[in-house]
């Protein structure tokens, strides 16, 4: 039994390292400082000497979203060399503008109303639309089309500041309309009717003329203007009653004009403006100085140099007097129809021989 037992342990370490010298090759593994004791009373076989293991190369980390040939050879060096550094930014240069940095401005030009004529405000002076700008991009440039025609502002786009912020089209109120209707109107002074069936549908009410010859005209408003003064209770639900020169002018409609309790009324008295009427007029419109922008409100045009008249008719051209015929000689009367009119040239022709009494019949005298 003790020469079996003592065979069989060498046997059995020789395979143990084998085992132990692949598991090594394959894999490396820390080895055991102390090698395993062998059981008491039992000899062992030294393992032979093994080979150590080559360890595996370090891993190096390699950039995939930075390709080499875009980075260059130096990036990806330095991205090995430091694997947790960051790529570098390719470097670019902001191209200087060279171009236009004066914007264009269109001048202004008149403002029209709907007929076409030119727009005046109340004092009477002309308007115009506001100059029209040049566009500017978000770099605060000229902007230009692909036409290289320049881009200007409109109601809705104005582009951008010089500073390149954009610049919003500012909302504006719409101011309130206050609008009157006179139905059957009658426009009367101190109690007399001087104009009757006044019929204004007035979308807009500014100004209210009443004019009389004599007096000159009154501007109405219900609003403060320069050189008005007020008048209490002038609007007093369907008429409107001022003073003016110390003569009571009435207008008065079926429908109300501007409400129901009474509101005091701003009036100017204009004693230089005369119309071509010999009767009063009542008008309305935008101005508050003259020509008062309503039909008939203009002053009568004076023509200057000599104008030529026009011919009269026939019928009641006048006729000059014949000359008396020489002697021996006379003028017969011409024969036409009745109601018709001899004609003016009538020729002296030589009294015939033994003719002598019919030549006072046939004769036509001079003042015929």
Request: charged share 20%; hydrophobic share 35%.
């Amino acid at each position: 039994m003790l020469t079996r037992t003592t065979l069989t342990l060498p046997i059995f370490a020789f395979v143990l390292s084998q085992v132990c010298v692949g598991q090594q090759t394959e894999t490396p593994a820390p080895q055991s400082s102390s090698a395993q004791a062998p059981q008491s009373g039992s000899t062992t076989t030294p393992a032979p000497a093994t080979t150590p293991a080559t360890p595996p190369a370090p891993l190096v980390w390699k950039s995939t979203t930075l390709p080499a040939a875009a980075s260059g050879e130096k990036a990806l060096e330095a991205i090995e060399a430091d694997p947790n550094a960051k790529p570098a930014k390719p470097s670019s240069k902001k191209a200087v503008y060279s171009g236009p940095t004066d914007i264009i401005v269109l001048p202004a030009t008149p403002m029209l109303d709907e007929e076409g004529r030119q727009r005046l405000d109340p004092d009477g002076k002309p308007m115009f639309n506001l100059p029209v700008k040049q566009q500017r991009d978000k770099a605060g440039h000229p902007m230009f089309d692909d036409a290289k025609k320049p881009v200007f502002q409109t109601a809705t786009e104005l582009g951008y500041d010089e500073h390149g912020k954009k610049i919003h089209v500012e909302k504006e109120k719409p101011a309130k309309m206050i609008p009157i209707k006179i139905v059957q109107g009658t426009f009367t002074v101190d109690g007399v009717t001087g104009k009757a069936a006044l019929n204004y549908d007035i979308a807009d009410f500014k100004y209210i003329y009443m004019y009389v010859p004599g007096i000159g005209i009154a501007v109405v408003s219900n609003l403060p203007f320069p050189g008005a003064k007020d008048q209490a209770n002038a609007f007093d639900d369907k008429t409107l009653t001022v003073t003016v020169e110390g003569h009571k002018l009435e207008l008065a409609s079926e429908e109300h004009l501007l409400g129901k309790k009474p509101e005091v009324a701003y009036v100017r008295i204009d004693r230089g403006f005369s119309l071509p009427s010999r009767y009063p007029v009542v008008g309305y419109g935008p101005l508050r100085v003259a020509p008062y922008a309503w039909p008939g409100a203009k002053r009568a045009v004076t023509a200057v140099g000599s104008l030529d008249a026009p011919p009269l008719p026939k019928d009641i051209q006048p006729v000059l007097a014949l000359q008396p015929c020489p002697t021996g000689q006379m003028r017969v009367a011409a024969k036409v129809l009745p109601g018709q009119k001899a004609p003016a040239d009538q020729p002296c022709v030589p009294i015939p021989k033994g003719a002598a009494g019919a030549q006072a019949a046939t004769t036509v005298s001079p003042t015929d």
